[in-house]
């Protein structure tokens, strides 16, 4: 399964982005999409996740209320959008797969990633 994602960009403190990922073929019930963001110098850190099956979503607490993940089950898409970005959130976001649960926020439990796109937000 090849991921690839797409719409990162630059924005100002306050504003908003929306991220995309499309897989090569059709995720399972039971496969969940996620994203996770790397910023310089620090670790991969989980931001969001869903179950493509029921459409469970789950988010880590920096970003609850801000971002929203979905899905578009027609393109084999999940989206991320963020609103209300801080130049926290500065960082290359990837998305991810796995079969299981989302709520697994462990890098080396996500079996397929795409490539980084940048998001910086300035203040």
């Known amino acids: 399964v090849q991921l690839q994602a797409s719409g990162g960009g630059s924005v100002q403190a306050g504003g908003s982005l929306r991220l995309s990922c499309v897989a090569s073929?059709?995720?399972?019930?039971?496969?969940?999409m996620g994203w996770f963001r790397q910023a310089p110098g620090n670790e991969y850190e989980f931001v969001a996740a869903m179950n493509w099956g029921d459409g469970r979503t789950y988010y880590a607490d920096s970003v609850k209320g801000r971002f929203t993940t979905s899905k578009e089950s027609a393109k084999n898409a999940v989206h991320l959008q963020m609103n209300s970005l801080k130049p926290e959130d500065t960082a290359l976001y990837y998305c991810a797969r796995r079969v299981g649960s989302p709520r697994v926020t462990g890098r080396a439990d996500w079996s397929n990633w795409g490539q980084g796109t940048l998001v910086t937000v300035s203040s």
């Open positions: 073929g059709r995720p399972f019930s039971s496969t969940a």
